[in-house]
């Protein structure tokens, strides 16, 4: 293929990329809202969860059938909520490779920025051996990357095993976020889109997936997972630090994600917007 030929077929498929955008856009105006307030009560800060990955040419199909049974947030008037994310590890990647070897009790320590409504946490994401999500967090002034807080060094030592000083900002996240709330059973669904990674030295984005979470107190029967096994997309997403790592990361291992990686890559290599009989 010729370089002219490479310009056009990447000129192409960014334009059926900012298409789906639109269409999604379209397609998410449509449902009822729900507020921050309203959705207290769905927080799930102690969670099981399961991740998926959707083609984006699939998404606004999935959002059809999820209206009659999902709200979303909206703040501030948006629907698509940005965030900002950077992970810290230490410098011998400890967090990465714990979760590399499968390890249970392991943590993701992060400061997230949620765009529309300007608040920044740091969070602390706990996972047990038990399967389960715990997460914690507490609000900061600073901005993302500046030096730590003293409150937020405190919660730091309170609520992981490492001590804030080992930590260091190791990975941006970059994307936009759907949240749906089940209209009947303490649910969320999130919905993540334009997926991009970047340190200092490399940038890599994802625009052709979306990442797909459910959480729930005890994962059980739900409308979203009964949609998934419809439209036979299986359960596996990595996690967006671990993917991250690896985008960035050239010579860091990770056999334990090898398998999730090539359905990621068969996503991207058959991405296509002209059959809706598409399988991955």
């Not at 900002?84 to 011998?92: I, N, W």
């Not at 993917?243 to 068969?266: C, M, Q």
Request: proline residues 2%; glycine residues 2%; positive net charge.
């Amino acid at each position: 293929m010729t370089v002219k030929a490479n310009l056009f077929k990447l000129k192409s498929i960014a334009t059926m990329i900012e298409e789906s955008f639109q269409t999604v856009s379209q397609k998410v105006a449509l449902f009822e809202p729900i507020t921050l307030a309203e959705m207290e009560s769905v927080k799930l800060m102690n969670r099981t969860d399961a991740k998926f990955l959707i083609p984006l040419w699939m998404l606004p199909v999935v959002l059809d059938d999820l209206r009659p049974h999902y709200r979303i947030l909206e703040v501030n008037g948006h629907r698509l909520s940005d965030y900002e994310t950077l992970y810290f590890d230490t410098d011998t990647l400890q967090l990465y490779h714990e979760h590399q070897s499968g390890r249970l009790n392991r943590y993701k320590i992060r400061q997230r920025k949620y765009v529309q409504s300007n608040l920044i946490f740091t969070e602390v994401k706990f996972k047990n051996n038990k399967g389960r999500t715990i997460k914690t967090r507490i609000s900061q002034q600073r901005l993302l990357g500046e030096e730590l807080e003293e409150n937020v060094v405190k919660f730091l030592t309170q609520h992981t095993s490492f001590n804030p000083a080992d930590l260091q900002p190791i990975l941006w996240v970059d994307f936009t976020r759907l949240t749906l709330v089940n209209r009947t059973t303490a649910e969320r669904l999130t919905l993540d889109l334009n997926l991009t990674f970047r340190n200092e030295k490399n940038h890599q984005s994802y625009r052709e997936v979306v990442i797909a979470e459910v959480k729930q107190e005890s994962l059980k029967h739900s409308f979203f997972l009964d949609l998934m096994k419809k439209y036979r997309l299986r359960e596996g997403s990595i996690s967006k630090y671990c993917l991250g790592i690896i985008s960035l990361y050239e010579t860091v291992k990770h056999n334990r994600f090898k398998l999730k990686l090539d359905h990621l890559r068969k996503i991207i290599t058959h991405y296509d917007f002209s059959s809706r009989n598409h399988r991955v």
